[in-house]
């Protein structure tokens, strides 16, 4: 079966360093999205992605988070200056045809420690 | 706005026994309706989503959901619950016009007691 591939599955980084967490969404599919789930809290939402451009974000998405599909297969989010609180296991997911009508497939997840 | 709320925060059953977890979500237009099961240290593996139709949903690993309008619930439930199926489980909605995100309950962890 088909499946959402992220790597790293786990990084630790110094506070005020650059990170890039990567991800290989699902191959025909064409909705790709991020999401953040803050140890022992619900999963959110952070940014949707569609024909090369930002669809949605959500109001965690701010200036330091930006993302990326360079080749036509990865899916990147970047963290510029990272802060203790961006702390979180961080989800990759993508969907068909779009959004809240198709399923979404999520990865495994890539777990950012700051400190 | 959308929004989730999973009024269980944490549940245990001993194992052979019933399960019934409880989601009530909050939207204005016909919701898109998803169950996620999350085990430790792992991402989020979809059990059963509502779309539209026959409002009672079979999902993997014999879990079904029961969407119910009038009472804005998906409640996930499942006849005789094994030890693998401890894990944390999300109910999440998605549907809002133009968005294309999923809104997430908080979760409900569940323990199975042998």
């Known amino acids: 079966e088909p499946e959402v591939t992220q790597t790293p599955s786990h990084q630790v980084t110094q506070m005020g360093q650059e990170v890039i967490l990567r991800c290989v969404p699902i191959s025909n599919h064409l909705y790709f999205y991020w999401y953040r789930q803050i140890l022992g809290q619900k999963v959110e939402f952070l940014v949707s992605?569609?024909?090369?451009?930002?669809?949605?974000k959500s109001e965690i998405f701010d200036d330091q988070f930006s993302v990326e599909r360079p080749d036509g297969s990865n899916f990147t989010l970047k963290i510029r200056s990272t802060k203790l609180e961006d702390s979180a296991m961080y989800f990759c997911a993508s969907s068909g045809q779009g959004g809240s009508g198709n399923t979404i497939y999520f990865g495994e997840g890539s777990w950012l420690t700051v400190v | 706005a959308q929004s989730v709320t999973q009024p269980d925060i944490h549940i245990t059953v001993s194992e052979g026994a019933s399960l019934e977890l409880r989601c009530n979500y909050s939207?204005?237009?016909?919701?898109?309706l998803f169950w996620y099961v999350q085990s430790p240290g792992q991402g989020l593996q979809l059990l059963l989503k509502y779309f539209s139709g026959d409002t009672l949903v079979q999902g993997i690993k014999g879990f079904e959901a029961e969407f119910k309008r009038s009472q804005s619930s998906f409640n996930l439930r499942k006849p005789s619950v094994h030890w693998s199926d401890a894990a944390e489980y999300f109910c999440a909605v998605g549907g809002d016009t133009g968005r294309r995100a999923l809104t997430f309950g908080s979760g409900t962890r569940l323990q199975v007691q042998p």
């Open positions: 939207y204005g237009a016909t919701p898109y």
């Open positions: 992605f569609y024909n090369n451009e930002i669809s949605e």
